[in-house]
């Protein structure tokens, strides 16, 4: 198969932020170059510009910081990349520009290159309400792309029901080997692992410290682990005259390498809203745990058998604590570890996930010439 030229366009990388985007930008750049493919990642930083070979693929990061004026109105550099990426994109020819913001959607297609658009988040419009220009900003990048993907089912029928264009589900992949698996049943106290940053409240952890009293009631001895750092404490000062019984099951501290963790928990919760798809589930599937999330967004892509999950209404207290007590006694069973370990490896990245956007890229190619 002929190599390709592919460049990637993002604002942040990995590892200077370290959030699911971002790691998928890290893991796609390291899958492409693995297969041969001369691979350019073009993504910003507030620090003096500079160029590494990682994992096989160059990365160039740009300098890029916003004038204070930009700043004070609510522009961000999410916003303003492209700007910044133009000029590079103009000098070099690619087969194909994946962009993971949609100004460099539109500067890849201003710079006259087969373009792919993918949008990093749950596009709401209530998202879009925030700032005036966010829809059309959206709007601009889809309509510039040669094709718009989506990371889940559900992130692709909001960009359609938004904008009345097709998205082509395109998920995220998992490196299994960072996440051996442990394969025994879970046994001990139960320990219930929040991987998010408690500050962001979308992410639910106000409702996973809400149900914490009714685990309590069935599982005394259950600890609730709150690793993805962050303040809770505005989550705790709902709790009324539990709030004391609930601080002193809680471990809250944010962990760099969270992967040990997710071996030694007996169930990963994940109550958040609008998750474009959730791969902090797959991978505590991969690492032997089963999970519990919202059902909401992209994460019902992925808990798609009561074997290893659940799934309960987003901001349901009680079907939340429920669903953790039966998921703890489901991590206790012989044979669930196992369920869970082989149910990730449909996100693969080197069994399924990066050759499906090596097909992709191709069709690209394919139809421009076409």
């Not at 796609?28 to 170059?33: D, E, F, I, Q, S």
């Not at 074997?307 to 669930?336: M, N, Q, Y």
Request: glycine fraction near 8%; hydrophobic fraction near 40%; charge should be positive.
């Amino acid at each position: 198969m002929r190599r390709l030229r592919i460049c990637l366009v993002s604002p942040y990388s990995w590892p200077e932020v370290t959030r699911g985007g971002e790691r998928y930008l890290h893991d796609l750049a390291w899958y492409l170059a693995g297969r041969g493919h001369a691979v350019e990642v073009l993504s910003g930083t507030d620090r003096a510009a500079y160029e590494e070979v990682f994992e096989g693929a160059h990365f160039r990061r740009l300098h890029h910081r916003l004038p204070r004026r930009w700043a004070a109105r609510g522009t961000t550099t999410f916003d303003t990349f492209g700007l910044v990426a133009l000029p590079f994109l103009v000098r070099r020819r690619f087969d194909v520009v994946h962009a993971l913001s949609a100004t460099g959607a539109l500067a890849a297609r201003i710079a006259g290159q087969r373009t792919l658009y993918t949008p990093l988040g749950y596009p709401t419009e209530d998202q879009f309400g925030r700032r005036p220009y966010d829809r059309r900003l959206f709007a601009a990048g889809v309509r510039a792309a040669h094709v718009t993907t989506a990371l889940s089912q559900a992130s692709a029928r909001q960009v359609e029901l938004l904008l009345g264009r097709r998205a082509v589900c395109l998920s995220p992949g998992l490196r299994l080997s960072n996440f051996p698996a442990n394969l025994e049943p879970r046994s001990g106290p139960p320990r219930i692992l929040f991987p998010a940053f408690a500050g962001d409240r979308r992410k639910g952890v106000e409702f996973l410290l809400r149900a914490a009293p009714a685990v309590l009631d069935a599982r005394p001895d259950a600890r609730f682990q709150l690793l993805g750092g962050g303040d809770h404490d505005w989550a705790l000062a709902t709790l009324g005259r539990d709030r004391e019984r609930v601080v002193a099951a809680v471990d809250a501290r944010h962990v760099p390498d969270i992967g040990p963790y997710y071996r030694d928990a007996t169930v990963l919760v994940l109550p958040s809203q609008h998750e474009a798809f959730g791969l902090v589930l797959v991978e505590a599937l991969a690492s032997g745990t089963p999970v519990v999330c919202s059902e909401d967004g992209g994460m019902p892509d992925v808990v798609t058998s009561p074997d290893i999950g659940r799934l309960t209404p987003f901001g349901d207290v009680p079907s939340l604590a429920s669903a953790i007590l039966d998921v703890a006694e489901l991590a206790e069973r012989p044979g669930t570890a196992t369920r869970c370990a082989q149910h990730a490896r449909r996100w693969d990245w080197e069994a399924t996930v990066g050759p499906a956007h090596e097909r992709l890229y191709r069709a690209i190619c394919a139809e421009a010439s076409g």
